[in-house]
Nanobody, 116 residues
């Protein structure tokens, strides 16, 4: 079955950096696009970044453009989100996502907290 396992979330001060990882299994990872979403308390889950199967980033939300970088290592079945110059508003649970056979799959999420 499809499994997505995120890691790398932590507490960080404003201006700091973190790298999130998502290890995928149960589907042909190298042939599927991958996405990162985030959700803050009381808010909807928002799309942050998308990367195509070939490793080319396809989308960044306006709020993270220029600060976040999505990448992937198909040999390791892993997608990454490098987050730089983190801001208070980046605080959220970050989720890895893929769509496979018409179904959305999600990991358990990893908490990112940005505070002084």
């Amino acid at each position: 079955q499809v499994q997505l396992v995120e890691s790398g979330g932590d507490w960080v001060q404003p201006g700091g950096s973190l790298r999130l990882s998502c290890v995928a299994s149960g589907f042909p990872f190298s042939t599927y696009g991958m996405s990162w979403f985030r959700q803050s308390p009381g808010q909807e889950r928002d799309l942050v970044a998308v990367i195509r199967a070939n490793g080319i980033p396809a989308y960044y939300s306006d709020s993270v453009e220029g600060r976040f970088t999505i990448s992937r290592d198909n040999a390791k079945n892993t997608v990454y989100l490098q987050m730089n110059d983190l801001k208070l508003d980046d605080t959220a649970v970050y989720y890895c996502n893929t769509a496979h056979a018409g179904t959305d799959y999600w990991g358990q999420g990893t908490q990112v907290t940005v505070s002084p």
